[in-house]
């Protein structure tokens, strides 16, 4: 995986400007990182290099936000993943998933939309276990593209939870996803090289950068302001994968 210094210097860029996106919302990483990095690279090693840069990225948020995680509403999230993420390296390294992907996007569209437009509206406190669903299609979406986010944020938005009870909440479930992520890639699809470890960990110095920033800007913004954030950032890969 040839990089020159031109484009390396681009994805420090990227790499800065997608975790600043993540330590403000929860999220993003993969929708602003994967939607450049795909014009650069090969889109497979553009998933897995940005999931080399990943790893660095959840285990610092996840240590940060820790006392603010719940348990029961991660766990149902992570054993969703554990079956969809298979699927999707699958398909990955395989096949075809255009209608699929338009599927999906349509519901993120829809959600997202109803939630910018009622940003007040009552959560309906669904069963946690709704994770599972939510779960697996984020771990199949992470598997094929590396934006395994958006059906976790919409499970825990409609769980009622507060802009640092989303951010923990989901650091835990990427934390859990990049690790079982980066384990199936080098031990099933042999897709993992050690130019993608390398570049990876050179990124992490931008990355921690923008995480730090990002974190410092989400500090003074309420939670409904927040939801109306992420509503609105869903809004894009929503429109990516139905536009795909």
């Given at each position: 995986?040839?990089?020159?210094?031109?484009?390396?210097?681009?994805?420090?860029?990227?790499?800065?400007?997608s975790?600043?996106?993540?330590g403000?919302?929860?999220?993003?990483?993969?929708?602003?990182?994967?939607?450049?990095?795909?014009?650069?690279?090969d889109?497979?090693d553009?998933?897995?290099?940005?999931?080399?840069v990943?790893?660095?990225?959840?285990?610092?948020?996840?240590?940060?936000t820790?006392?603010?995680m719940?348990?029961?509403?991660?766990?149902?999230?992570?054993?969703?993943?554990?079956?969809?993420?298979?699927?999707?390296?699958?398909?990955?390294?395989?096949?075809?998933?255009?209608?699929?992907?338009?599927?999906?996007?349509?519901?993120?569209?829809?959600?997202?939309?109803?939630?910018?437009?009622n940003?007040?509206?009552?959560?309906?406190?669904?069963?946690?276990?709704?994770?599972?669903?939510?779960?697996?299609?984020?771990?199949?979406?992470?598997?094929?593209?590396?934006?395994?986010?958006?059906?976790?944020?919409?499970?825990?938005l409609l769980?009622?939870?507060?802009?640092?009870?989303?951010?923990?909440?989901?650091?835990?479930?990427?934390?859990?996803?990049?690790?079982?992520?980066?384990?199936?890639?080098?031990?099933?699809?042999?897709l993992?090289?050690?130019?993608?470890?390398?570049?990876?960990v050179?990124?992490?110095?931008?990355m921690l950068?923008?995480?730090?920033?990002?974190?410092?800007?989400?500090?003074?913004v309420?939670?409904?302001?927040?939801?109306?954030?992420?509503?609105?950032?869903?809004?894009?890969?929503?429109a990516?994968l139905?536009?795909?």
């Open positions: 995986m040839p990089i020159s210094a031109a484009e390396f210097a681009l994805l420090c860029a990227v790499a800065l400007a975790a600043a996106v993540q403000f919302t929860g999220f993003g990483f993969g929708l602003v990182g994967m939607s450049v990095l795909t014009l650069l690279l889109p497979r553009a998933n897995v290099l940005w999931t080399v990943a790893l660095g990225l959840t285990t610092c948020m996840w240590w940060r820790r006392r603010h719940r348990w029961g509403l991660v766990l149902p999230l992570a054993v969703g993943m554990l079956i969809g993420l298979p699927l999707g390296l699958w398909v990955l390294s395989t096949g075809s998933t255009a209608l699929l992907k338009r599927l999906i996007g349509g519901a993120i569209l829809l959600v997202a939309g109803y939630s910018l437009a940003p007040h509206v009552r959560p309906r406190r669904l069963s946690p276990w709704w994770g599972l669903p939510a779960g697996t299609v984020g771990g199949f979406m992470s598997g094929i593209s590396g934006m395994g986010g958006p059906s976790a944020v919409i499970f825990l769980q009622g939870q507060d802009k640092e009870g989303i951010r923990a909440n989901l650091a835990a479930y990427f934390a859990a996803t990049v690790v079982v992520k980066l384990a199936m890639i080098g031990l099933r699809t042999h993992l090289a050690w130019d993608h470890v390398a570049w990876g050179l990124l992490w110095a931008p950068v923008g995480v730090a920033l990002g974190m410092r800007a989400s500090r003074g309420s939670s409904v302001a927040m939801r109306r954030i992420i509503s609105a950032l869903l809004l894009v890969p929503g990516l139905v536009l795909g």
